[in-house]
């Protein structure tokens, strides 16, 4: 579904030029869920960025299903990232004024979805996550495992075909990492492909594949055989 | 610890320049204009504050009670009056009489100065005008220098344009109209600029030709009465002999049931418009609280503005407070802190201000065409006024903040746990609210005074204003007699249309009232406004009659004709029915001969007065030429050519009509000018609040804007959601503003007997403007915020 092919990205701040991204190459399968490692500061993050079109790279190439992403404008690549992507940050990133129901809904609102079926769709969701009780709740008000969860709901309520993840259980305490890595898990079993960035080689377990990045190359990919049968 | 704290509050100020500089900017423009309005206003309420007795000091005014409710009011009285009044008051302790005129005056070539021949305002006072009114004597003294005939004494200014050097002048004779010799017997210091009393040059009473009038008749607007009150005597006491005054001299005779004499108190001639002044300036209370009110809503915006930004900054503050609490520091001492801050921020505004109201002094005293000077601190009460204003800002603006940001919990604060919302978002809110219903009142008020001034500008006073020129005409006797002859000798100039002599345009600030009888031999209960005018008076002015034909040529009165009120008051329904009826007044005698079409007689401030007008040559003062507007500027010279050779001895003036109606509106002028210029800063002083706020507020968000643009907001999305919060407060404010404008504009009307009709559309406006300025402003700021980088605001705090 994914096809990157040298992708390089270079931050140029005053004194400094750093080589983020230096000519990555990257396929993932449609349904696959793939786990993204190496050292701080390898360029996970900037990767992420650059397949949730929130970043643009120098130069390279990155198909979504035969689709050139990176020639699009502005405009299109708002409107393609919220057909098809979705995320979750290690700071889960809730918007503090709205409560947790409202927070959910905020992407189905972008994609113009009708009032009555949203309401459908983020109950629908809340069910599934288990935190149909917390769902007038503002995020302070939550733990970090509910905040994540929360975060993971607002994800998925687009159906996205696309979910990006980076660092989900960096701020949680390893039970409530485990209760995401569940749902992403699950997630996954329903179809949705899954590129997600960990430090925690636990975490990775639970995926496909994993890639190991290094000062912006991909230094090695190993498949998770336990997993990866099940795709095929 | 001063030392250190000031140190922090500058350290401070420079790491938010953006904001100190809307603070310090929008502040000192609002400073300064209050500084403007100020200096505008004292001077305003300083005229004729300086005479020894004068809140004892009142003038003797005349009013005509109509029944059916209307009133006019003249600040002159009837000629014998003054004497009246002196023999039948007790409670006086002064009075006298001083009446307006004008004449050539010429002073004879001395050695080494030429002849000075020129056209002046004179005006002839008692000696006890001058014991009512301590003028400073340079020579002479009121006693002596003028009780006897033919003296004259003259300002210092007057006497040095006529003789070089006043001390030259004492004992030298000038020349009244070419024909009566005036000995200079005494000088008096100038007046001041801010003085209801322009006298330059004052004849001796007893030199007045009318001076032993009978007549209780007629009143004119410059002959006025003056009187000092003796010592203890209360208003109230006056009510009685007044009453008396009327029922012996006016009330028993038939004519003048109505007439009314009351006193008018000193310090409220510059600012009675109902009653004029020897000077023509005047500034009515209700403009002056107008101006006032426009100066503390400046006041307030810049304040708003400056507690909006202090309070949403104070968060990034709350380190420093929690830090300065945990070592020891008491809330009161932090209170003090950010209040002296605010007294900084301030005083360096008001240094500022200073600069600016200096700069744009000049263009204030434009206003006033030259005839004022300002000087910033020319009155040391500025002193205590900027001292004033620097306590009050700083308490107004700087207190909330102070009391938010000192009430921060210390444990918080240091974790830097205070929520964006510590500065009461609220009450943010609601100021912008007031900030803006303050800025759409001004907008509506500015909108509806431009209207009802073009109004006036445009409005058909009835008869024709266009090239039309007054030239002042001798008056002495011999010169009377070339009247005719000049006349003849303007017809034959190309370029003129018509001429018609005349005692005064149709619309004049020198007005006659008199009373008269028609069809009867009793007097009509109501007075008359005169005009002494030609048979081309009409056709002059374009005025129209809606019967009867105009008046025959004539040097005396033979005929009449009147206005349509005049015949509406009598009652007559048909203005033919008035044709033939006989009128007398002024010792003349006529039957009317045409109905004139009512035409303004006075300013637009005031209704159209009864009025008969007829002919009489003694009483022409100038003639009025429509000329033919190819070619005005010929034209003109030629008559002055033909003036000076039939004139010799005598000074060519001319003013072109329409020019000379807009002194009429000069006070509105000023104050449209002033009223339109100060409620632009109002306005711009909110919208760079407005500006500073989102700026804020944008900054406040961008984590929020970050995380709706990574769920797949569009820029434009994001730009309509910041947008719409603003809108509403705008459209609040308005839905605020729109009753208290109603108001306030109603008012101001009011004072206008021709006026606009108010409609729906200057408030509609003033919505549309105060939205479309905060779509621009906040587009313009949020474009920034969801254009900028959203990864970075993402990254983890
Ligand atoms: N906005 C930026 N400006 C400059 N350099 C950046 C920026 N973002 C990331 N970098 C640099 O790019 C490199 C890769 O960063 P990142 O992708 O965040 O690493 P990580 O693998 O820890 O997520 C790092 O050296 C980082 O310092
Ligand atoms: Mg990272």
């Known amino acids: 579904m994914i096809k ?53 790279p120098e130069s390279g190439s990155y198909k979504f299903i035969e689709t050139e992403l990176l020639t699009l404008n502005d405009r299109e690549r708002s409107n393609f990232r919220k057909r098809n992507m979705g995320f979750v940050f290690q700071n889960f990133n809730l918007i503090d004024e709205l409560t947790v129901f409202e927070n959910i809904e905020l992407p189905l609102i972008y994609n113009k979805v009708p009032a009555g079926e949203r309401k459908k769709l983020v109950n629908e969701i809340i069910g599934r996550m288990n935190i149909v ?57 329903t179809g949705t492909t899954i590129v997600m960035v960990t430090h925690s080689s636990h975490d990775a377990s639970f995926s496909n594949r994993i890639i190991n990045l290094k000062d912006g190359h991909v230094i090695s990919e190993k498949i998770n055989k336990g997993r990866t049968e099940e795709l095929i | 610890m001063f030392k250190l704290n000031l140190k922090i509050a500058l350290r401070n100020l420079w790491k938010y320049k953006g904001y100190t500089s809307i603070n ?22 300083s005229f004729d504050k300086d005479y020894a007795n004068g809140d004892r000091i009142y003038r003797m005014v005349t009013s005509w009670k109509y029944a059916d409710g209307n009133e006019f009011y003249s600040q002159g009285v009837p000629l014998p009056l003054p004497a009246a009044v002196r023999n039948d008051f007790s409670q006086f302790e002064k009075v006298a009489a001083i009446q307006q005129s004008s004449g050539i005056v010429k002073a004879k070539a001395l050695p080494g100065k ?35 005939p033919n003296t004259v004494v003259l300002s210092e200014k007057a006497a040095n344009t006529y003789f070089g050097d006043w001390r030259k002048a004492i004992g030298n004779t000038l020349i009244l109209d070419n024909k009566t010799d005036f000995k200079v017997t005494g000088i008096i210091k100038d007046n001041p600029q801010n003085s209801s009393f322009p006298l330059e040059i004052i004849f001796s009473y007893v030199s007045f030709n009318s001076k032993n009038s009978k007549d209780w008749g007629s009143v004119s607007s410059s002959w006025e009465c003056y009187v000092l009150l003796k010592k203890g005597v209360l208003l109230s006491e006056l ?83 929690g830090v300065r609490k945990v070592m020891g520091s008491r809330r009161k001492q932090l209170i003090w802190q950010f209040l002296s801050e605010t007294a900084l921020i301030t005083f360096i505004a008001l240094l500022l201000a200073c600069v600016l109201s200096e700069l744009t002094l000049p263009k204030m005293e434009n206003l006033f065409g030259g005839d004022v000077t300002f000087s910033l601190f020319g009155h040391p009460i500025i002193f205590v006024f900027l001292l004033v204003m620097l306590v009050v800002v700083s308490f107004l603006a700087g207190l909330y903040p102070a009391l938010i940001m000192s009430g921060f919990s210390p444990a918080l604060a240091i974790k830097n746990k205070v929520t964006a919302n510590a500065g009461g978002v609220g009450l943010r809110k609601t100021l912008v609210v007031v900030q803006f219903a303050i800025t759409a009142i001004l907008i509506i008020g500015t909108l509806v005074v431009i209207k009802q001034m073009s109004f006036i500008r445009n409005k058909s006073l009835g ?50 009232e008199t009373s008269f009888t028609y069809n009867s031999s009793k007097r009509v209960d109501f007075q008359a406004n005169v005009k002494a005018v030609d048979e081309a008076y009409f056709k002059t002015f374009g005025l129209q009659l809606i019967a009867g034909r105009p008046i025959a040529k004539s040097d005396t009165i033979k005929e009449f004709v009147v206005n349509e009120t005049l015949i509406k008051k009598l009652n007559v329904k ?15 005698k006529g039957p009317i001969v045409g109905v004139v079409k009512d035409f303004n007689n006075y300013s637009l401030h005031e209704k159209i007065a009864p009025m008969a007008m007829f002919s009489r040559k003694s009483n022409y003062r100038g003639i009025a030429i429509k000329l033919d507007v190819a070619d005005i500027g010929n034209t003109m010279k030629q008559v002055e ?44 002083i909110s919208f760079i609040g407005l500006f500073g706020l989102i700026s804020f507020v944008a900054t406040q968000r961008t984590k929020e804007i970050a995380i709706r643009k990574v769920l797949g907001a569009s820029n434009l999305e994001l730009i309509k959601m910041l947008n719409n919060s603003f809108l509403w407060m705008v459209l609040i404010a308005n839905m605020v503003a729109w009753p208290v404008a109603y108001i306030f504009v109603k008012n101001w009307l009011a004072g206008f007997e021709y006026r606009i009709d108010l409609s729906i559309w200057p408030f509609i406006f003033a919505m549309l403007i105060s939205m479309s300025i905060t779509i621009i402003t906040v587009t313009l700021r949020s474009y920034r915020a969801a254009k900028a980088n959203t990864i970075d605001a993402l990254k983890y705090e």
């Open chain 2, 574 to 588: 048909n203005p033919n029915e008035a044709i033939g009826k006989i009128m007398t007044l002024w010792g003349g």
């Open chain 1, 4 to 56: 990157i092919e040298n992708l390089e990205k270079v931050y140029k701040t005053e004194e400094i030029e750093t080589t983020a991204l230096n000519g990555i190459n990257l396929h993932v399968k449609e349904g696959e869920f793939v786990s993204i490692m190496g050292p701080s500061g390898c360029g996970k993050s900037t990767l992420l960025n650059v397949m949730g079109l929130l970043d643009k």
């Open chain 2, 239 to 321: 009510d009685k002999p007044i009453q008396q005054f009327l029922n012996k001299y006016e009330n028993d005779k038939d004519a003048s049931g109505k007439v009314g004499h009351t006193v008018q108190p000193l310090k409220t001639i510059h600012h009675n418009d109902n009653y004029g002044n020897f000077a023509n300036k005047y500034m009515p209370y209700k403009q002056i609280i107008g101006l006032v009110i426009i100066g503390l809503f400046l006041l307030l915006t810049a304040c708003i503005n400056f507690i909006n930004l202090a309070t949403a900054q104070a968060i990034s503050r709350s380190k420093e407070v």
């Open chain 1, 133 to 189: 009780n917390r769902s007038g709740h503002f995020p302070q008000q939550l733990s970090g495992g509910q905040q994540q969860r929360v975060a993971v709901a607002r994800a998925l309520v687009t159906k996205p075909k696309l979910v990006l993840a980076d660092e989900p259980t960096g701020n949680l305490d390893s039970t409530h990492g485990n209760e995401v890595m569940e749902l992403l898990c699950e997630l996954n079993e």
């Open chain 2, 641 to 684: 050519s033909t003036f000076n050779t039939m004139f010799p001895d005598y000074v060519y003036e001319n003013e072109f009509f329409d020019e000379n109606l807009k002194g009429f509106y000069e006070t509105e002028q000023i104050m449209g000018t002033l009223f339109k210029v100060f409620a632009s800063v109002v306005i711009f």
């Open chain 2, 24 to 45: 310090v900017f929008g502040l000192a423009i609002g400073l300064a204009s209050c500084i403007l309005i100020f200096i505008f206003v004292r001077y305003q309420l």
């Open chain 2, 114 to 148: 030429a002849e000075v021949k020129k056209s002046e305002s004179i005006y002839y006072a008692e000696p006890s005008f001058f014991e009512i009114f301590d003028y400073k004597w340079l020579a002479g003294n009121p006693n002596q220098s003028l009780t006897a």
């Open chain 2, 463 to 512: 008869f024709d204003t266009q090239a039309i020129s007054l030239v002042s005409l001798p008056q002495d006797s011999l010169s009377k007699l070339k009247y005719n002859g000049f006349k003849e000798r303007l017809s034959g100039i190309k370029g003129v249309k018509n001429i018609s002599f005349c005692s005064a345009a149709p619309s004049s600030d020198s007005n006659n």
